[in-house]
């Protein structure tokens, strides 16, 4: 009987105790329950069993079926049946005796644990159950055992065949279930096909496993119920980005991480945006859209337009996220940080450059959630961090619930913001309507247009997720929610300084000539650069050329670095900044623009409701000027072109002026006809005599 001993006391084992064989039926801390062959049952300490001459385990799992057929109701009798059949077998290889063996038997030789390890009974097993006819692999023979271990005869039933509540299968055969259950988990990660191809991977898998038509297949509008049945909620038949979210959510309950205090939990990403841009070369393109979103107030607190995110970029867009919004010219007054319900003249007294800022509150994060994209676990980016102190927390990867927040933020700008602007393009090939007519803007003036509808939309916003837990009826904005975790927590921003500012941007190496310093073809040049034109900075790792760093989103200045003193900063202005657009678009310039009147007044919903509205108005019309009303074809567009170019080069002279005034000329236009100077002849013979 030593062989049978486990060592573990578990619900289901039949042991011996005071010459009676009992069946364990339940274990609760030190009290063990017992039921005789005859179904009583009696409770009895587990020290006091233990301590009996005559105890011993007789068999592991040998009354297993007994105890749990409370759990297989609901069950068809088939499906039951085919589970006692599996247990029979599975008992057999662990104990080395099947449940029915009487307590004199000896194990066969292949399936005695005494000169066999489990894992040789279990190949013993399923060369067995092979040559009756029921194909099987030592390693589905493991799962099952393992199953059976862990859950008792249950644990031999897939749950999707009960006929109760939830998707079940009914009478199909669990084979037949188990094998759509591998296809579909094999879909999760595969392209979209038909269900079709569903039937067909069915069919190869019962094949590959029991043999050629040992598992009869339904027939096609059977397996098609079936099918849809077992695959409720997974969008097999749908898009795979759709299946990889669903696979990739966590088992039970999503967790909600708890935050007091504004920067607390910073979470950065980029996506593309559904709009089309002119590109620096003139050249309509995409672009992507990283940003930044505080847990805590829901504030984007930065948001930057690229062609293709870099490093660069992601350390610009901590920089501006840790300084504030500068007020543009051309926006409104309302949305002013002064005008705001953010506590303005607290913080003014903290940095005096809020002054003139946008009501978008600076928040500096102390702990920043990313994926795995190059632009975030790059080492420019985390020196950034460092130098910033704050705690760079990189996401699983292929797990975008670690940061659903920016997922959402960047989700709702592109539904929100971007098909207001003209060139939306849609968020598939499918949704895309005739954009070719369209006027798009540059990058620049849309960059512009984003920065403004953050501070007037967004920031004024009401947030479902910004609920006062007393009173959840009610819900803030997230300048709302920032002044009052403010109050709350005494949260005081310290923002950077503007050297601290400079540092975090791109940097070049340039040589400072006589014109200065050009920059993506444009030219940078002050009085303070004579004394360093045509100099060595005196870096000889860098062939004695100038560190200079630039914004790329604000084009009008650079900043040189003085290697000759002190390693201080030397602003550059562009040289063409008076007479071009620049650095926030056709916007920043349009002086015309008319100003709302009564300037002192507090601002109210009222105005930056306007505010927003004449903002899309102007994101959908697209840029004046930029292209024609749209009357024209391309090919229209591109003979026009081609006949002005042609014209410009071979234009003849001017005529000239009429002698008669404008109004008798109009009067005869309609009754006289020009005077028509024929063409002189053309003579080889005076043309040679001129020469002479």
Request: net charge neutral; proline share 7%; charged share 25%.
């Amino acid at each position: 009987m030593s062989l049978r001993n486990r060592g573990v006391l578990r619900w289901g084992d039949q042991v011996r105790f005071e010459g009676v064989a009992y069946t364990v039926t339940g274990l609760s801390g030190v009290l063990v329950r017992l039921a005789d062959p005859q179904g009583e049952s009696r409770a009895v300490l587990l020290p006091q069993l233990m301590a009996d001459s005559d105890f011993a385990i007789l068999t592991g799992g040998a009354s297993r079926l007994g105890s749990s057929l409370r759990g297989l109701d609901g069950f068809p009798d088939r499906v039951v049946e085919q589970a006692r059949w599996w247990e029979h077998h599975l008992v057999e290889v662990i104990s080395g005796l099947p449940p029915e063996a009487s307590l004199d038997a000896v194990p066969r030789p292949d399936y005695d644990p005494t000169t066999h390890s489990l894992a040789e009974r279990e190949a013993a097993k399923a060369d067995e159950l092979t040559r009756l006819g029921f194909k099987v692999s030592p390693r589905t023979l493991k799962r099952r055992r393992q199953r059976y271990e862990t859950e008792g005869l249950v644990g031999l039933v897939d749950r999707r065949v009960s006929s109760g509540t939830g998707p079940g299968a009914g009478n199909a055969d669990p084979r037949l279930v188990e094998a759509i259950g591998q296809v579909l988990s094999e879909a999760k990660s595969a392209s979209t096909r038909t269900v079709a191809f569903a039937l067909w991977r069915t069919g190869e898998i019962l094949r590959e496993k029991y043999g050629e038509g040992i598992v009869p297949m339904p027939s096609r509008a059977t397996f098609y119920r079936l099918f849809e049945l077992l695959s409720q909620g997974q969008h097999v038949a749908g898009t795979a980005r759709a299946r990889k979210s669903l696979a990739s959510r966590p088992e039970g309950p999503f967790d909600m991480l708890t935050v007091c205090r504004p920067g607390e939990v910073v979470e950065i990403d980029s996506t593309p945006l559904d709009v089309l841009v002119l590109l620096p070369d003139g050249v309509p393109g995409r672009v992507e859209m990283t940003g930044m979103v505080d847990l805590a107030t829901r504030t984007i607190t930065a948001a930057v337009l690229r062609p293709t995110t870099k490093s660069v970029d992601a350390s610009l867009l901590l920089a501006k996220t840790v300084t504030p919004e500068p007020m543009r010219p051309g926006w409104t007054e309302a949305l002013r940080m002064s005008r705001s319900v953010l506590p303005h003249q607290r913080l003014l007294t903290l940095d005096e450059r809020l002054a003139g800022a946008a009501a978008k509150p600076v928040i500096v994060p102390e702990v920043i959630v990313c994926d795995h994209g190059k632009a975030f676990i790059s080492q420019n980016f985390r020196s950034a961090c460092r130098m910033l102190g704050i705690d760079f927390q990189p996401a699983h990867e292929g797990t975008p619930t670690d940061k659903p927040h920016i997922e959402r933020t960047l989700g709702s700008v592109a539904s929100m913001f971007a098909q207001f602007v003209s060139g939306y393009v849609g968020r598939s090939s499918e949704h895309r309507g005739d954009v070719d007519e369209k006027r798009l803007w540059s990058l620049l003036e849309l960059q512009e247009l984003l920065d403004e509808w953050i501070v007037a939309k967004w920031q004024n916003r009401k947030h479902d997720e910004l609920r006062d837990p007393a009173t959840p009826g009610r819900a803030f904005s997230p300048n709302e929610k920032y002044a009052a975790l403010v109050e709350a927590s005494g949260y005081v921003p310290v923002a950077l300084t503007s050297n601290d500012y400079i540092e975090l941007l791109p940097a070049t190496w340039r040589a400072v000539n006589s014109y200065g310093i050009r920059i993506s073809r444009r030219t940078y040049d002050c009085p303070e650069l004579n004394p360093f034109r045509r100099q060595r900075s005196g870096v000889a790792a860098r062939k004695n050329l100038w560190e200079i760093h630039h914004d790329p989103y604000d084009v009008s200045r650079i900043w040189v670095r003085n290697h000759w003193d002190g390693g201080g900063w030397i602003t550059v202005g562009w040289t063409h900044l008076r007479s071009a657009p620049m650095p926030f678009g056709e916007m920043a310039w349009d002086h015309a623009r008319q100003q709302l009147p009564d300037q002192g007044r507090a601002s109210t919903e009222e105005e930056i409701a306007e505010a927003v509205a004449a903002l899309l108005r102007k994101a959908s019309a697209g840029p004046e000027g930029s292209r024609d009303d749209g009357k024209l074809t391309r090919r229209d567009r591109r003979v026009a072109a081609r006949t002005k170019a042609t014209s410009s080069r071979n234009r003849l002279p001017l005529p000239e002026p009429p002698t008669t005034p404008p109004e008798e000329t109009a009067a005869e236009d309609d009754h006289t006809l020009a005077k028509v100077i024929p063409l002189g002849v053309f003579d080889p013979f005076e043309e040679a005599k001129k020469r002479w």
